[in-house]
């Protein structure tokens, strides 16, 4: 008899990345993958390719300098930062630390694939729980609480719908949680937020002893190819990161290039503007066309179509037109598809090729 995974693993679904375009094929837009549409900063490109330099050497295994950087960036202890190879690799550990086999872990039904996966992973039960209109509930969250609950992954704002909830309800989601839960609130797409209501977790932080905030390099500073993540925890969460992480899970030329992108607050800002105009002007002009658009507060849109039927043929139409958009079936939304905010001449061709298609269906 072969060896045997542990319990759980069997159970999981590999994840699947948004695609891309065909080797070899025709040239495609890929607005499958929520990356960025103006790019790495140019500091950030120029500090990758002086990093080459040194790739024979082991990088500093605390990513100190890094963790500096963000500390003073968004004013933290940078005793308090674990940095991880994508959020992804602390949502694992997070799992791998605090959870024994048949623990239970909430998430929201519309929430991360990787959350799943994680608790999976460690052959623990994920308790899904339904939301509102495609937002995650508090009230559903709080219900959904047992003896056997151990962690909460939120994603705030959320991916796929682009769904956020304001810091007064992730203040009372806390406050309604015992002491042993862990919230993981998972703040990916922070920076791109607009609403005065809203708090990415750091307030929480470094005020009880049982939140961490995630987030990530791979969005609005456009290093998702570097694998670039962090977490702002209590002390005793960061010792615990510490002890299980990577000896050297952030590579020379990613610390170096994470460095640089968040020190380029101009071209932060000038990508922040390009996705607040660009997500109105998408969001108005799909709507026009007949397409059910929600409000999103990340850098993509969920477009929601009468049926799964139209979705796919939707999908189709716009591949043939060099477009490459993501289903989420995967996510129980089959009659969705999500769009990413792209450059200027892709947000207007996908936007015309959305028309198009409309038409053709209505005709």
């Given at each position: 008899m072969s060896p045997q995974p542990k319990p759980g693993i069997l159970e999981i679904s590999p994840y699947v990345a948004g695609r891309g375009p065909d080797p070899?094929?025709?040239?495609?837009?890929k607005l499958s993958s929520n990356e960025s549409a103006l790019g790495p900063s140019p500091a950030a490109v120029s500090a990758f390719e002086a990093a080459s330099?040194?790739?024979?050497?082991?990088?500093?295994?605390?990513?100190?300098?890094?963790?500096?950087?963000?500390?003073?960036v968004y004013g933290l202890d940078a005793g308090r930062i674990v940095c991880g190879n994508g959020s992804e690799e602390l949502i694992a550990l997070l799992a791998r630390i605090y959870l024994s086999p048949d623990d239970e872990v909430i998430f929201?039904?519309?929430g991360f694939l990787v959350y799943r996966i994680a608790t999976l992973g460690s052959s623990a039960r994920p308790v899904v729980v339904?939301?509102?209109?495609?937002?995650?509930?508090?009230?559903?969250?709080?219900?959904a609480v047992t003896?056997?609950?151990?962690?909460?992954?939120?994603?705030?704002?959320?991916?796929?719908t682009g769904t956020c909830l304001p810091a007064s309800e992730?203040?009372?989601?806390?406050?309604g949680l015992p002491d042993t839960v862990l919230l993981v609130l998972d703040a990916a797409y922070a920076e791109y937020v607009q609403r005065e209501d809203y708090e990415p977790g750091t307030d929480l932080v470094n005020r009880f002893d049982n939140v961490v905030m995630l987030r990530t390099f791979s969005k609005i500073y456009a290093l998702a190819g570097l694998r670039v993540g962090w977490a702002f925890c209590p002390p005793a969460i960061a010792d615990a990161l510490n002890r299980l992480r990577g000896a050297f899970n952030i590579s020379v030329p990613a610390q170096r290039t994470a460095m640089a992108a968040l020190h380029d607050r101009d071209h932060l800002?000038?990508?922040?503007?390009?996705?607040?105009?660009?997500?109105?002007?998408?969001?108005?002009?799909?709507?026009?066309?007949?397409?059910?658009?929600?409000?999103?507060?990340?850098?993509f849109l969920l477009l929601q179509f009468d049926s799964p039927r139209r979705a796919e043929a939707a999908d189709a139409f716009l591949t043939k037109r060099g477009f490459i958009l993501r289903p989420v079936a995967n996510y129980e939304l089959p009659?969705?598809?999500?769009l990413t905010i792209g450059t200027p001449e892709a947000n207007r061709g996908v936007g015309e090729a959305l028309a198009d298609f409309m038409r053709q269906e209505t005709s």
């Open positions: 070899g094929g025709p040239p495609a837009i330099a040194d790739i024979a050497i082991y990088p500093e295994g605390s990513a100190r300098l890094l963790r500096e950087a963000i500390a003073n929201t039904r519309y339904a939301e509102d209109n495609l937002r995650a509930n508090v009230d559903h969250i709080l219900a003896p056997r609950t151990r962690i909460v992954y939120l994603a705030n704002p959320n991916n796929p992730i203040e009372r989601l806390h406050e800002a000038r990508s922040i503007a390009h996705n607040t105009e660009w997500k109105i002007w998408l969001t108005n002009n799909i709507r026009a066309a007949g397409i059910t658009v929600g409000e999103s507060e990340g850098n009659h969705c598809l999500r």
